[in-house]
């Protein structure tokens, strides 16, 4: 079983608006961003000031040891994937940059002790896709849960199922979906 990491067992975009509502708190134009608003995989509908005064990229803000020090877990993932640890393989295969990474690394191994096998990708030297979820890695009957609709057309594996709410970067998503833990663990916990 493969897990995607931001979006799907950590709730990245929240962590992601503490930080740019620290940056920016005392702009005159500072509108909080709420991530329950989010709808871009870039933040530019919730987080203009980062596009208006360029001060910070999205991908330094994922870089930050801010964003993992603000970083949680989706409610009840924790629970749900050490059940799900028990019954199957589990592999997070998450994307980052080298300070993503970084901080990740070491935020995924105190957080999530039971899940053994990580493959961590770097986007300096890949592409943003999830392509390498291919036999041999990853066997066809294999299963994927990630919430960006190019990742898992990309992958290679037969059981592929969306994270989370309907986004403009998975509304194109016509399969399975699961919305929170409580869909995954009926889904394959029963």
């Given at each position: 079983?493969?897990?995607?990491?931001?979006?799907t067992?950590?709730?990245?975009?929240?962590?992601f608006?503490t930080?740019?509502?620290?940056?920016?708190?005392n702009?005159?134009d500072?509108?909080p961003?709420?991530?329950?608003l989010?709808?871009?995989?870039?933040?530019?509908?919730?987080?203009?000031l980062?596009y208006?005064?360029?001060?910070?990229s999205?991908?330094?803000?994922?870089?930050?040891k801010?964003?993992?020090d603000n970083l949680?877990?989706?409610?009840?993932a924790?629970?749900v994937?050490?059940?799900?640890?028990?019954?199957y393989e589990l592999w997070?295969?998450?994307i980052?940059n080298?300070?993503?990474?970084?901080?990740?690394?070491?935020?995924?191994?105190?957080?999530?002790?039971?899940?053994?096998?990580?493959?961590?990708?770097n986007?300096?030297?890949?592409k943003m896709?999830?392509?390498?979820?291919?036999?041999p890695?990853?066997?066809f009957n294999?299963i994927?849960?990630?919430?960006?609709y190019?990742?898992?057309?990309?992958a290679?594996?037969?059981?592929?199922?969306?994270?989370?709410?309907?986004?403009?970067?998975n509304?194109e998503?016509?399969g399975?979906?699961?919305?929170?833990?409580i869909d995954?663990?009926?889904?394959?916990?029963k």
């Amino acid at each position: 079983m493969y897990w995607d990491g931001d979006g799907t067992i950590f709730d990245s975009s929240k962590a992601f608006c503490t930080v740019y509502n620290f940056l920016y708190k005392n702009y005159d134009d500072f509108i909080p961003a709420n991530s329950n608003l989010l709808n871009s995989w870039d933040f530019h509908d919730i987080c203009p000031l980062l596009y208006k005064y360029k001060n910070h990229s999205v991908e330094e803000i994922f870089g930050m040891k801010e964003l993992f020090d603000n970083l949680e877990l989706f409610p009840l993932a924790y629970e749900v994937l050490k059940e799900l640890s028990k019954k199957y393989e589990l592999w997070l295969v998450t994307i980052g940059n080298d300070d993503n990474l970084y901080n990740k690394i070491p935020y995924v191994k105190y957080k999530l002790p039971f899940i053994k096998n990580k493959l961590y990708i770097n986007n300096a030297t890949s592409k943003m896709d999830k392509s390498m979820l291919n036999t041999p890695f990853a066997p066809f009957n294999s299963i994927f849960i990630d919430d960006v609709y190019k990742n898992l057309i990309s992958a290679n594996v037969q059981h592929k199922y969306c994270f989370g709410k309907v986004y403009s970067f998975n509304e194109e998503w016509t399969g399975q979906r699961l919305y929170n833990y409580i869909d995954v663990a009926n889904r394959f916990l029963k």
